[in-house]
Structure formats: C-alpha cells, structure tokens
C-alpha cells in the first residue's frame, strides 16, 4: 500500500514539474523578442501579362483578419482588386494590370468589417519583365555561399546579409580555402551597406565559420553576430598532414553594427584545446 502511494506521489511530482515547466515555456514564449516588420507585400511578373502578389500573415493578427488589395496605374484612381475581402490566402494573382505601364500595389488588413490602414506598398515599372523572383545587384563577379536575412535599418522589410564566395560547406569534409571570406550586407532594394573581409583565419566549412543575424539588444535592428580572428598573422599550418588547417591563435565571437559593419563587441572563443579531442584530428 506504502509503496502505491509513494508511486502516486511521485506521479504527481512528475507532473507538477512538467506543469510548471510548460508554464514557464508560455510564459518565455509570450516574451519572446520579435522583429517589427511590415506586410512584406512583394510584386513580381510572374508570368506574361500576370503579376503574383503575396504579403505576410504576422503573428500580432486576430483571427478573422481579411484583406483588401489595391492597384493604381501611374496617375490613374486606385482600384479594389477582389469583389470581397480576402479571408484564406495571403496572395494573389493579377491578371488585369497594364503591363505597358508604372503600377503600385497596397494591401490593407479588414477587421470587423472595417479596412485599416495599408503598411507597405509595392511597385513594378513599365514593361517589366517575366521575373518570377527577387533579385538584387552583388558587388561583384561571385556566387553568394549564405544569405540571412533581417531587418538592418529599422524599416519593417527584410534586408540581406550574404558570405561570399561559394566554398565547401560540408560539415564532414575539410577542404583547404580557396580564398577569404567576406560577408556583406545589402538593403532590400538593393542597395550594398558594407562588406567583411575574415581573412585567413577563420576557414571554409560550416563548423568554422558561424554566423547568426538578430536583433540581440531589441532596438528594433539586427545586428551580426559571427566568428573572426585576427587578419595578421597566418596562423594556417605550414606543412604536413595538418598544411592549411588553423591550429592556434586567438578566435572571437564578434557583435557587428548590421547597418555600418563596425565592430560592436566581442568576447574570446571558447579554447580549441587538443584538436585530437574532438575526434578526426585530420578533418
């Protein structure tokens, strides 16, 4: 008998810790640092005489949000694009624009029957082409390995921060780099802000070149966070099996300004110790 009670007890013990950690989940969740951002409404010929339209449903929506889409051409009067508010989908597909001429976009969220403002607009120029994607200008002749994207400037879109160039990123297989990497950052239209170089320290490969973008100190604008070395010296070893590996030298976790590129902070890497610790001192 002693001994059914005391599993009892233990039953609910367990699911009182189990409670208590899932309230405490809700309550980290309900907390939890989200970023600021607009529709996102985008505009892209997505086929011939038909523009593809898509915008975000955001987390901060009721349920029973709708919405309205608008299209004015050049200087003409804007015109509803659907007959009722749009209740199941977040995109849609405009087969009645004058592809011969300069056209907006807008979206505008109904709630209670009643349309709210519109937060973002889009645009496409005369005769633009069939591009069923976002494309933007690189600053120069490479293929980007990374891309993340943010909000660096505070505006409600999403930016891009990209490393460059294309290298190895298999994690289980060690190759000597070709070259240093460099991480840029480029506002959503395009427009290139800063650019990186990590220098020879910090190798090619997934598990040597780590980086995060976040808004960490919630100031409404993300910044990077990523792993960097000293430029001089060459730490890379000289000869052999271990040739082109970087052994030793100091490393750090760096905080960088996601508009400026500029170093905010940093703190020391944790200590490699003995690469035989980890396992293949070869790869």
Same mark, same amino acid.
């Given at each position: 008998?002693? $001994?059914?009670?005391? /599993? ?10 189990? /409670? ?10 309900? @907390? !939890? ?13 997505? @086929?011939?005489? %038909?523009?593809?339209? $898509? ?19 050049? =200087? ?20 009645? #624009? ?17 349309? @709210?403002?519109? %937060?973002?607009?889009? =645009?496409?120029?005369?005769? /633009? ?20 994207? #943010?909000?660096?400037? $505070? ?11 294309? &290298? ?6 060690? &190759? ?18 800063? !650019? ?11 598990? +040597? ?7 960490? =100190? $919630? ?5 990077? #966070?990523?792993?960097? #070395? ?12 271990? /040739? ?17 590129? %500029?170093?905010? =902070? ?7 110790? %003995?690469?035989?610790? +980890? ?5």
């Amino acid at each position: 008998m002693r $001994g059914r009670i005391m /599993a009892i007890r233990n039953t609910v013990f367990v699911f009182g810790i189990i /409670a208590v950690i899932a309230g405490m989940c809700d309550t980290l969740a309900a @907390q !939890r640092q989200t970023e600021q951002l607009d529709r996102g409404l985008v505009a892209v010929v997505a @086929q011939e005489g %038909k523009v593809y339209l $898509g915008w975000r449903l955001l987390n901060t929506d009721r349920t029973g949000i709708s919405f309205n889409l608008y299209r004015q051409t050049e =200087d003409a009067q804007p015109i509803k694009l659907n007959p009722e508010p749009l209740t199941r989908t977040t995109d849609f597909l405009d087969t009645t #624009a004058p592809m011969d001429k300069a056209n907006r976009w807008w979206v505008c969220p109904v709630l209670d029957g009643k349309e @709210q403002a519109p %937060k973002g607009k889009t =645009d496409l120029a005369a005769h /633009a082409p069939v591009k069923p994607y976002i494309a933007i200008p690189l600053q120069g002749k490479y293929i980007c390995n990374k891309v993340a994207i #943010a909000d660096l400037n $505070g505006d409600g879109q999403y930016d891009y921060i990209i490393k460059q160039p294309h &290298q190895t990123s298999d994690p289980g297989v060690w &190759q000597p780099s070709t070259d240093t990497w460099k991480v840029e950052a480029y506002l959503h239209d395009g427009t290139f802000l800063w !650019r990186k170089d990590l220098g020879w320290n910090i190798e090619q490969g997934i598990w +040597w070149s780590p980086m995060v973008v976040y808004d960490f =100190d $919630g100031d409404g604008k993300a910044e990077v #966070a990523l792993k960097t #070395a000293p430029l001089e010296p060459d730490y890379r070893e000289k000869e052999g099996e271990l /040739a082109g590996r970087v052994c030793s030298g100091p490393e750090y976790c760096t905080i960088l300004d996601g508009m400026t590129g %500029k170093e905010i =902070d940093r703190v020391d890497w944790p200590a490699r110790g %003995k690469i035989q610790d +980890w396992g293949d001192a070869k790869n």
